[in-house]
């Protein structure tokens, strides 16, 4: 089936919001195997909005609104969208109560009670975060008309959990993904890794880019979610055998996120100091809720000073090799872990650039290190001419560090290639 | 005039990639006074992006597409483009010398040329980034087209130093823009102050919401860069009045920004010891490229323990009050100050949630307290029913934080309506 998205909003035409929703919409359609040939936007005038509505009809098996379901003036947008595709407007008795249970006895309007108006004889999409339910219907050409909320917070959640199931019970079907994440390969190498395995239908498999890292979507349809639970399963382990150890998680997103759960499953705590990174490594850790249970304390030493008044790092190893080197680094990460009292230190010691980059350490050169109380592992981070900027280097440096950790605590070398832990 | 924006690459109608493109595009045309109506995406695909562009060129006066310009298979899109909008590609000299130029002596080869080729008689727009020049030309029918490259590092210099400039020329006009930037004072409260501001044609006025602050784009079209200056000041200086001294800078982005700036012209430092917002205050200040020098430590104590140990709180405030308290942020800032040895010490102490709130002290609930030595002021955010979320809570703090640090620096009291520093 082809697909096109429309999205309504001044705003977005204004530019004053970017698209996020198009995307969300696009890849949720891609993992189910629907094809999108257009991508829309239109303000909130009712007559350019009709004509799209018609364009999109004429020419696509099922076209996916954004946006207008609010309780505000643009409303106007459900109707004409409901009417260009020849659909008629009653009250949802459901949805109405699922708007007075939200509000609870709390005052609530007219506009309100229009929300729950929807297409006679669709499909419900329930908004488990707002009051604006979306609908799924069919046209009296066959045309599959879906309607979702604008805001990403709301769209998310009834894009996965109702439109993407409603439309794979529609092929009286079930839809399962799972998501393999990946640090330390790029999502070129591992596409080319496993070019053979994304090319099926059933269960689909498709690579997506993020900072630093990738991740590869498999999804699969069948009658049961059991079953298409059980046609992703051989796909997923070929896949993850393929790729190896850089492998840091199936379904669980960040390596924040493995690092904390594993930390808090050994019992075993963190601390860290950072210098060119700054504070950011300790961010990302605290990020995940409930942190605070292994990681105690972060220390960003950027002045030498600070390395050795809060971490014993010696002035003469400052003097002698610098402060971004492999020495200082180590001490660092020792330093920090001896005395905080935790079970594992890291440090980070680097040049971020833009400024301080010399022919023999460029900017982007990061050495990193990990100390279990027995042991220290250092990695480098070469730099050079390909490094690309501040930011990419802080977070590529922060992810290291986390993929060190999450390696020393699943049992592996922390370096890659290293020499296995004893 | 009217415009629209169309945007080609099938990683966008696969969701792979969001199309910010378009409203960076629509931000600027905007500005400018141009009306956008539509947006549209299309694939690599040659039959639907001619017939795109055709139907652009029948209801807009101008159309400026995103994509496929690089060096490719998908340069087809150049030529489709141009073929749709009847305009024939030539070699653009200047073109071809800027790209040998980019390469410099490295091997290169057909595919760059292509990039050389441009419509006959179309204004280049240069690519400060990459080697693939834009263009903007005039149809046999009137309508104005401009291309301009996908990836957004390429697209945003060319499309604000060149494309932006290339329109207002051919109104015989110069552009230039204002940025009043805002802590303090919500999208919906400052657009309200200033409502009778923003209807003007030229200089036009738009208020922007970003995570935890605004901005006001002031935008004047005049016949030279000089007079559009001239144009804007009134109009900067009248909003910058009534939004009084929640305004942290006009056209330099981002209180860290402005902080690190006003530290460095001042011989100061700052430290900083944070628990909630666990390290992302010194990660947002060490983003600033020369931090370190004015920022040498930062401190990122969880736990209770490592507060007593690092900064010296006693144990007893931290029984008696809590963590989470009025005087223990007075006794981090106060701490982080004196051990560092730095000018300014802050401190920061809250809930971030989700979990952890209780009735008296619930989720968003945070202390901030800024310390010189002689004084401490503190900020409490109330947090409560309404706060957005960990991450919204700590980016919150962090930017309250930073304001306290930049309302001292700029001689007001560090709290708004508090206390004028003696």
Known sequence: MNAEILSVGTELLLGRTVNTDAAEVAQALADIGVNVLYQSTVGDNPGRLEEAVRQALSRSGLLVTTGGLGPTGD????????????????LDEGSLRRIEEYFAGRPWGESQKKQAMLPEGCTVLPNDIGTAPGCLFETAGGRLVAMLPGPPSELRPMLRRYLIPALARRGQAAIVSREIHVFG???????????????GANPTAATYAKENEMFVRVTARAATEDEARALCAPLVEEICRRFGDVVYSVDVDGLEQVVVQALRERGLTLATAESCTGGL??????????????FETGLVTYANAAKT????????LLCSCGAVSEPVARAMAEGVRARSGSALGVGVTGIAGPGGGTPEKPVGLVYLALSD????????MPGGPRSRGRGSVRNAAASTALDMVRRYLAGLPPTPGGQPRP
Chains 1, 2 share one sequence.
């Not at 409303?75 to 009653?90: P, V």
């Not at 390969?185 to 090319?199: F, K, N, Q, S």
């Not at 490594?281 to 292994?294: C, H, M, Q, W």
Request: hydrophobic content about 45%; charged content about 30%.
């Open 281 to 294: 490594l300790a961010k990302r850790i605290t990020d995940v809720p409930g942190a605070s249970e292994v």
């Open 373 to 380: 109380g027995e042991r220290t592992w250092v990695r480098c």
């Open 309 to 316: 008044r809060l971490l014993g790092v010696p002035e003469e």
């Open 185 to 199: 390969l790029g999502e070129g190498a591992a596409a080319e890794r496993i070019a053979d395995l994304t090319e």
């Open 75 to 90: 409303d106007l947008t459900k109707e004409t969208i409901a009417r260009a595709a020849g659909a008629t407007l009653a």
